[in-house]
């Protein structure tokens, strides 16, 4: 399957991103992660990117598209299929994957769906340095402005599957599950006999 995970900071995207694609045996990719690798290693994407993950702001599509598409093309994400964690995150970055893909090749986005006054106390308690109050201000309005315009879009596509994730990990998990497996079977099964509507019996 090919699959995208998306939510406010501190939806618990990374956690749920491991156990989902761990259960698929899918490829996790996370731009998140990947960022701050290049940040870490201090290659010239991580220093082209470094303020804007610091400020809490998108780092440039053109970045970010690019990191994704590489791994899009490695031979093991295209044998698996891949669960996207943190990218798309707007409109423009949507479009752009779905010009990579082959047409029906996504197959569902997971939105985990919290409050933001739950994601701001989960931030506090975190210890990332993007996790000051200035950056999680600002990754909050990215994610209202930029994020939640491509969840609709994703909805009109008839491809999202909204989660509540203000519940427990397992409980999360177990839901997203099974929404991707009703997607799943969704897209496989062609239209019969069976699946037309009922003849009127006025
Ligand atoms: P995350 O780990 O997903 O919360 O991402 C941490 C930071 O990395 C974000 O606040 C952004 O600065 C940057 N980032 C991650 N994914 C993207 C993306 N798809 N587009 C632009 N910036 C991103």
């Keep these: 399957m090919n699959v995208l995970i998306v939510g406010p900071p501190g939806s618990g995207k ?3 991103s491991l156990r989902i694609s761990r259960a698929l045996a899918i490829s996790h990719i996370s731009t998140g992660e990947l960022l701050r690798e290049a940040i870490r290693l201090g290659t010239p994407l991580g220093d082209s990117a470094c303020a ?3 400020a809490g702001c ?5 970045l970010v598209n690019e990191l994704v ?3 899009l093309e490695l ?3 295209r044998a698996r299929g891949f669960l996207l964690d943190g990218f798309p995150r707007n409109l423009e970055q949507l479009d752009a994957l779905l010009s990579w893909l082959p047409p029906a090749g996504l197959d569902a ?3 985990l769906a919290v409050p933001n006054d739950v994601v701001e106390r989960r931030l506090m308690t975190r210890e990332r340095t993007d996790d000051t109050a200035a950056g999680i201000h600002e990754r909050l309005q990215a994610f209202d402005r930029d994020t939640v315009p491509m969840l609709r879009e994703l909805e009109c596509r008839g491809l999202l599957i909204s989660v509540d994730a ?3 990990v397992d409980d999360v998990t ?4 099974q929404g991707l497996r009703s997607a799943s079977i969704r897209a496989q099964r062609s239209p019969t006999l069976a699946d037309s509507p009922e003849p009127s019996r006025l």
């Design 14 to 16: 990374g956690t749920q």
């Design 52 to 54: 804007c993950v610091a």
């Design 58 to 62: 998108l780092v440039p599509d053109a």
């Design 69 to 71: 598409r590489s791994r």
């Design 75 to 77: 031979p093991a994400t």
């Design 109 to 111: 986005a997971i939105e």
């Design 166 to 168: 203000d519940r427990p």
């Design 174 to 177: 177990a839901d997203i599950l």
